[in-house]
């Protein structure tokens, strides 16, 4: 599905490849990558309400931006180099207004579960941060450009790379960034080991989820690492 997939369903509608940014309040970051947590224990495409938390804080965020800066989404699931469910490229112009490209992505956010129930967008059995944040970190450079990266996940990396399960019970600490990988960026994580309603939660997860993502973050070089449990 790639790039096509959006192009048809919502953001074809309000911009192809480009969008304007020109807005009197401050910018967040020149870069904004966001990941969007597609998989069968995460909230976001399960749940409308969590969806239309996500949907309004990633819409704030791109308001926020101005022209010269890009956004990049992407789905986070089984992630590796093969197509992925969510792609989307949007380098800020002055093609179309702030306000279409907000709007375009909020509402692609907020569509996720319906998406799920149509059978346009399938679940991932797998939760994999790492991966993506080890695939994306070569394009990036955050010691010359400013680069947020948002993570809406319930944190729960469920991947090669480790069990969801022993990540949680604290048999096991995730593993440490191939290197620097994203020094100087920030990174920034939303809906921290909020699982979805039919799964269990336990209050003790955030903590260790939070130390552990903390740890990896300082490994990677990241300049300001923050986590929340709620999706706004």
């Known amino acids: 599905m790639r790039s ?6 919502i953001i074809g509608a309000a911009l192809l490849s480009s969008a304007s940014m020109s807005v009197l309040a401050p910018a ?23 969806a239309n938390r996500a949907a309004k804080l990633v819409g704030s965020r791109i308001a926020s931006m101005k022209k010269g800066d890009s956004v990049r989404l992407r789905s986070l699931g089984t992630y590796g180099t093969a197509e992925q469910a969510l792609y989307v490229n949007i380098k800020l112009s ?15 956010v907020s569509s996720l579960p319906a998406l799920v129930k149509k059978g346009r967008l399938k ?7 790492i991966g993506f944040l080890e695939t ?28 969801g399960r022993d990540l949680l019970l604290g048999k096991k600490k995730l593993p440490a960034p191939s290197g620097p990988i994203l020094k100087g960026c920030s990174l ?8 979805n309603k039919k799964l269990k939660s336990d209050p003790r997860w955030f903590a260790r989820l939070n130390k552990n993502w903390a740890r990896f973050a300082k490994a990677a070089g990241v300049a300001h690492f923050k986590a929340f449990a709620e999706y706004r």
């Open 28 to 50: 967040f970051a020149d870069d904004l990558i966001i990941g969007l947590d597609i998989s069968d224990s995460a909230p976001l495409a399960i749940e409308q309400a969590i």
């Open 94 to 108: 002055r093609k179309a207004r702030p306000h279409k490209v907000s709007k375009a992505l909020e509402q692609l």
């Open 4 to 9: 096509s997939f959006i192009q048809s369903t």
């Open 136 to 163: 994306i970190a070569p394009s990036l450079d955050c010691t010359k450009k400013p680069t947020t990266i948002l993570i809406l996940s319930d944190g729960i990396e469920h991947s090669a790379y480790i069990k």
């Open 188 to 195: 920034e994580m939303r809906g921290l080991a909020q699982q």
């Open 123 to 129: 679940l991932q059995n797998e939760t994999n941060i």
